[in-house]
C-alpha cells in the first residue's frame, strides 16, 4: 500500500496597505523588494490583482471568507461579520490544520453569539473564527511594547506615540528621522522572531497566517530604510491642477479630500493631508517605500527559516496585502474612494508541487476573494459553490482559463452608524452611503448608492482618473454598457449560500452551506 502523500504547509502573509504596483518584480522604477522578488521567481505574480473593499475590517472580510462586501456586508471597521460564513481558517481546520495566527484579522463579532457584557463586542480587532492565536498584536501594540521593554526600550509613550521621530518636535514638516526602536525592532521584526519561534516548534503540516502591520500608517522607519530612497525618486502623481480642482469634480472626492488628517498617518502633526504640499508628500513616499523595503528584508528572514527547517519544498507560500494606499495621488494618503491606488494590491502564490508556471507573471484581473477558493483547490478540498472568488491553481499549472473575467469589482460603503457623519454630510440613510465599481482593460465605471452622480473614467485616454466622462453625450454607450453590467455583476454574486439548494420530495438537492446535499 502506497504511503500517503504529506499535505503541505501554508502560509498566508498579508501586508497591510501595500500597493500593487511596489514591487520591484512588478516593474516599479524606484522601490525593491528582492525577497518579494524571489518569491515570485518561484511562484506567480498576478500583476492586476484588486481587493474588494476598504478600510481593513470590510478589505479583510473579502479576504478570508472569499465573498464580495455585498454579501459578507462588513461596511466598515466596527460591522460584525456573520458567524454564519465559512472563512480560510474554518476550511483548514476541517482539513486538519491547526491554523494559527501571528498579528491581526480585524474581525468584529457577531453580537447573536455573545452576552451582551462580553469585552468582544467592544473593539473591532477580533479573531476571525477558526484561527488559533500564538502572538496577537492589535493597534495598541502593547505585546510588541512589551517586548521592547524587555530589550531596555523606553516605552511610556505608548501607541502611536512610540512612532514619533526620535528628536523631533511637533512639525508640520516632515522629516526622515527615525524611532526610538532599531530595524531589528520593528513591529515586523518582531512578528517575523515569533513566527520563526513557532517554527521550530512543528512536527505535522502547519498553517499560519503572519499578518504584518506595515506598511500602513504611521509613516516612520528605522535606520538605514529611512534613507534608502531620495523623496525626488518616484513617479508622478496622477492629480489634477489641484486639490480644490479634484474636490469641484465629484462631491465625494469634496467629502473625502475635507475628512483627511496628517496627524493619522505622522503622530503630532496637524491640519489637513491636502495642504500639505508636494515637498512633505514626497518625503512621506520615500518613507513608505522604506517602510516596504523593511518588510521585504523580513520576508527573506521568513524564507530562511523556512529553508533551514527543511520546510521550503513542503510549503505552499500567498503573499498579499488588504488594500493599498493612495501615497499622493489626488493629493491623498490612506485608502478608500474609488481610485486604483486605494485597491491595486500584490498577489504572489508559490506552491512547490506545481511549478509549470514558476516564474510567470499574470496579466489578467484577479481579486480579493479569489485567495480562500485557490487555497481549498490547491489542498484539493471539495469546491465551495457559494463562493464569489475563482480558482486561481490553472494560472499556477500554466493553463490560464479562457472564460476568464474580464474586469475586477471592488465595493466602499462609507456609512457611519456610531457617528452618523457620512449621513449629515451627504444627507443619505446609511444604507445609501456605498459604491460599487466595475474596472476593464479601457474603463472605469462607478455607481453610487443615494443618488450620488456616477463616474466613468476612458482609462486608455485618462489613465490617472482625472476625467469624468459620465455626462459626456458621445460617452453614452459605454455608460449604460458598464451600468448594465455593474447590475449584471451584483445579480449574479448576491448570496448563493442556500440558493444553490432546492428541497424537492427526495429531499435536499444542490448545495447546502459546506456540502453538497
Given amino acids: 500500500m502506497a504511503a500517503k502523500s504529506r499535505r503541505p504547509n501554508i502560509l498566508l502573509i498579508s501586508c497591510d496597505q501595500w500597493r500593487g504596483d511596489c514591487l520591484s518584480a512588478a516593474g516599479h522604477p524606484t522601490v525593491k523588494t528582492p525577497n518579494a ?6 511562484g506567480v505574480l498576478f500583476k492586476r490583482h484588486y481587493g474588494g473593499a476598504a478600510p481593513c475590517s470590510p478589505a479583510r472580510a473579502c479576504l478570508y471568507t472569499g465573498l464580495y462586501q455585498m454579501n459578507n456586508r462588513v461596511c466598515r471597521n466596527g460591522t460584525p ?10 476550511s483548514a481546520r476541517a482539513l486538519g ?3 494559527t495566527l501571528f498579528g491581526y484579522t480585524d474581525v468584529s463579532s457577531d453580537p447573536h453569539t455573545l452576552a451582551p457584557g462580553d469585552p468582544r463586542l467592544k473593539t473591532y480587532e477580533g479573531v476571525l473564527p477558526g484561527f488559533s492565536v500564538r502572538q496577537f498584536l492589535p493597534e495598541h501594540q502593547k505585546p510588541w511594547l512589551s517586548w521592547l521593554t524587555a530589550r531596555g526600550l523606553d516605552t511610556s509613550a505608548g501607541s502611536p506615540g512610540i512612532h514619533r521621530p526620535l528628536g523631533e518636535e511637533a512639525s508640520d514638516g516632515v522629516t526622515n528621522a527615525p524611532p526610538v ?3 531589528d525592532e520593528t513591529p515586523t521584526a518582531f512578528l517575523a522572531g515569533e513566527f520563526i519561534r513557532w517554527l521550530g516548534e512543528q512536527d505535522v503540516p502547519w498553517f499560519a497566517h503572519v499578518s504584518f502591520i506595515s506598511p500602513h500608517p504611521p509613516f516612520i522607519v528605522p535606520e538605514p530604510y529611512n534613507t534608502l530612497y531620495d523623496p525626488t525618486d518616484g513617479p508622478a502623481f496622477p492629480r489634477g491642477e489641484s486639490w480644490q480642482a479634484e474636490a469641484e469634480s465629484h462631491p465625494y472626492l469634496a467629502y473625502d479630500l475635507g475628512r483627511q488628517k496628517r496627524k493619522n498617518f505622522r503622530p503630532g502633526t496637524d491640519g489637513k493631508v491636502r495642504d500639505w504640499g508636494d515637498d512633505n508628500i514626497r518625503a ?7 517602510m516596504i ?34 501615497m499622493g495621488d489626488h493629493f491623498m494618503l490612506g485608502k478608500g474612494g474609488f481610485f486604483d491606488g486605494s485597491y491595486h494590491i500584490p498577489l504572489i502564490v508559490r506552491d512547490p508541487r506545481r511549478g509549470e508556471a514558476a516564474g510567470s507573471t499574470v496579466d489578467r484581473f484577479t481579486e480579493a476573494v479569489d485567495v480562500f477558493p485557490t487555497l481549498l483547490d490547491l489542498l484539493d478540498a471539495d469546491a465551495q459553490p457559494h463562493l464569489d472568488g475563482r480558482s486561481l491553481k490553472p494560472f499556477l499549472e500554466g493553463k490560464p482559463p479562457k472564460d476568464w473575467r474580464d474586469a475586477a469589482h471592488w465595493e466602499l460603503d462609507f456609512r457611519s452608524i456610531a457617528e452618523g457623519e457620512a449621513e449629515r454630510h451627504f444627507g443619505l440613510a446609511s444604507r445609501q452611503c456605498n459604491l460599487a465599481a466595475i ?6 465605471y462607478v455607481h453610487f448608492g443615494g443618488g450620488l452622480p456616477p463616474l466613468l473614467f476612458d482609462l486608455k485616454k485618462d489613465p490617472g482618473e482625472l476625467a469624468n466622462v459620465a455626462a459626456d453625450t458621445t460617452y453614452l454607450a459605454a455608460r449604460l454598457e458598464f451600468a448594465e453590467r455593474l447590475l449584471a455583476w451584483r445579480a449574479e454574486h448576491l448570496d448563493q449560500s442556500l440558493a444553490l439548494a432546492e428541497l424537492t420530495e427526495d429531499g435536499v438537492v444542490g448545495y447546502v452551506g459546506g456540502s453538497r446535499a
Avoid at 522578488?37 to 518561484?42: F, G, N, P, T, V
Avoid at 461579520?81 to 474554518?90: E, K, M
Fill in 37 to 42: 522578488d524571489a518569491l515570485a521567481a518561484e
Fill in 81 to 90: 461579520l456573520d458567524a454564519r460564513h465559512g472563512n480560510i481558517a474554518v
Fill in 97 to 99: 490544520y491547526d491554523p
Fill in 181 to 183: 526602536y532599531s530595524r
Fill in 284 to 290: 512621506i513616499r520615500a518613507i513608505y517605500y522604506g
Fill in 293 to 326: 523595503s523593511e518588510v521585504d528584508a523580513q520576508l527573506g528572514r521568513i524564507w530562511q527559516a523556512i529553508k533551514t527547517a527543511g520546510a521550503w519544498d513542503d510549503t505552499i507560500v500567498i503573499l498579499t496585502s488588504d488594500h493599498a494606499e493612495m
Fill in 439 to 444: 474596472r476593464t482593460e479601457d474603463f472605469k
